[in-house]
């Protein structure tokens, strides 16, 4: 048998077998664990590639030393494409002695569980007796430097030439905040917005449906120069911050303003150091390369005190329309469109019908029919999203069914899973006897009340086959 389908490098010495498998939501620990697989050929390995989904044990047990990049969703857990792996493979310890592992697990410490499911792997591998080569890694966010440069350290002592920039996510670039659009005006819900961000460089302009905007959010520019005046400093003063060097007014303006006691005494240079920089928020991409926009669709969160959500603030109030705006595409092929003309069943609710709208306009584009929307939001006068498109998509026969649910019109109130379940035999239908797939787009209690109500309609194991085969494809957050 062939190490695998995917196989990298060159014979000689150490000649030795690497398998770098990876279990990835929205893309980027397959990213790195690519990344990391590239960086070891100069060492003379076979290096294989794969999804840990559709890994067998005996594939494990073959490679001698195995490096998984995961990432963790939720409350600790597992990747959609794992989902299989951890219930079957990792139900018992398997027969993995003599290979060598490491574990990078991706997460987020403001969730339940960090990097849960990385963590529940690299214990269920130390129990199938495999060596540890060092202890998983656990990286905080995409801007985890730190982490990442431990990663490399590790990677580097196992022979591979690599650098944590070539790891890492590729920079932020500047866009300019086009147009702000209301799309729910009156809504008993939030505002949600229509925000359309033009690129400096039109290279920029690649991505398919189903990946994500990384958007990197601000303060309030009249909180920074508030700040900034009370202490008398010069935001014009440039600083080493993050690896480069900036204005002290972006500095500020991108991290959490220190309270007044946090800064008192301290040196610009010294108040730097204590900063927390905000991390990227990710949006789901709205549109084409081909309009010459990157659109997405931000729910304004208002907290308790009255103040909004930073990434949400920045974006709906504070950035000026005709401003600069960080950001970066990244790629996301667990919710890229299938190959081919199948029909589509598209789920969401609230501001998931960004990524569903986005897969519309593709078969559009592609001349493909019959597709059925399922979409669940708050009120129809008002929370229709991207009524005029839907309406088109139908009279052009680019979109062949719709079922709405909406909460507030309700009694007792109905959402996008109890639509599900109530069209369950046509779902059914659609799979069984027209080869249909299925992509679902919004909220993790959302995903999860569809996903129940799905594995009601299909079964458990014909799901997770579907995710397998990437016929069942979620962007959830």
């Not at 990747?79 to 398997?94: I, L, T």
């Not at 505002?191 to 958007?215: F, S, V």
């Not at 009255?306 to 950001?327: F, M, N, P």
């Not at 899973?417 to 299925?438: M, N, P, T, Y």
């Amino acid at each position: 048998m062939a190490f695998g389908s995917i196989i990298r490098g060159l014979t000689g010495a150490p000649g030795g077998k690497v398998l770098v498998a990876y279990a990835s939501q929205t893309g980027a620990a397959e990213q790195i664990a690519r990344a990391s697989a590239n960086a070891l050929i100069a060492r003379g390995d076979f290096v294989r590639v794969a999804a840990l989904g559709a890994l067998e044990p005996r594939e494990l047990a073959e490679a001698g030393t195995l490096l998984v990049v995961t990432s963790t969703y939720g409350s600790g857990e597992s990747p959609d494409s794992a989902r299989g792996f951890m219930r079957k493979v990792m139900a018992s310890p398997a027969p993995l002695k003599g290979v060598k592992f490491a574990v990078l697990a991706l997460g987020d410490r403001s969730y339940p569980d960090f990097c849960g499911f990385g963590r529940l792997l690299d214990k269920w591998l130390a129990a199938s007796r495999a060596r540890r080569l060092f202890d998983p890694v656990l990286v905080d966010g995409d801007a985890d430097i730190a982490a990442m440069k431990q990663w490399c350290e590790n990677l580097t002592r196992l022979g591979a030439h690599t650098t944590v920039e070539a790891l890492m996510p590729v920079p932020l670039a500047d866009w300019l905040l086009a147009e702000r659009i209301l799309l729910n005006d009156g809504s008993p819900g939030g505002e949600a917005w229509n925000i359309a961000l033009a690129p400096r460089d039109p290279a920029l302009l690649n991505w398919a449906a189903g990946d994500i905007a990384e958007i990197w959010p601000r303060n309030d520019e009249a909180l920074v120069e508030e700040f900034l005046a009370a202490r008398g400093l010069d935001g014009e003063a440039r600083f080493a911050w993050h690896d480069q060097e900036m204005r002290l007014a972006d500095i500020l303006g991108h991290s959490r303003l220190p309270a007044a006691h946090e800064a008192a005494g301290l040196a610009p240079e010294q108040m730097i150091l204590q900063l927390q920089a905000f991390p990227h928020r990710e949006y789901s991409i709205a549109s084409l390369p081909g309009s010459g926009r990157m659109e997405v669709l931000v729910r304004k969160a208002v907290l308790e005190n009255g103040r909004l959500g930073i990434g949400s603030g920045w974006l709906c109030h504070h950035a000026a329309v005709g401003g600069k705006v960080q950001a970066r595409v990244r790629r996301n092929p667990n919710f890229h469109h299938p190959a081919g003309e199948a029909p589509a069943i598209l789920i969401g609710a609230g501001t998931g019908m960004a990524g569903l709208r986005a897969h519309l306009l593709h078969r559009k584009m592609k001349g493909l029919r019959e597709a059925w929307l399922l979409f669940g939001e708050r009120s129809a006068a008002h929370d229709l999203f991207y009524r005029a498109d839907i309406e088109g998509w139908q009279a052009d026969g680019t979109l062949a069914r719709l079922d709405l649910a909406f909460s507030r019109d309700a009694m007792p109130k109905k959402y996008v899973q109890h639509l599900v379940a109530e069209r369950g035999g046509d779902i059914r239908a659609w799979i069984e006897q027209r080869g249909a797939f299925i992509l679902v787009c919004g909220g993790l209690a959302m995903a999860a009340g569809v996903e129940q109500a799905l594995t009601a309609i299909l079964g458990a194991d014909r799901l997770e086959q579907m995710a397998r085969d990437g016929a069942y494809r979620r962007d959830i957050y």
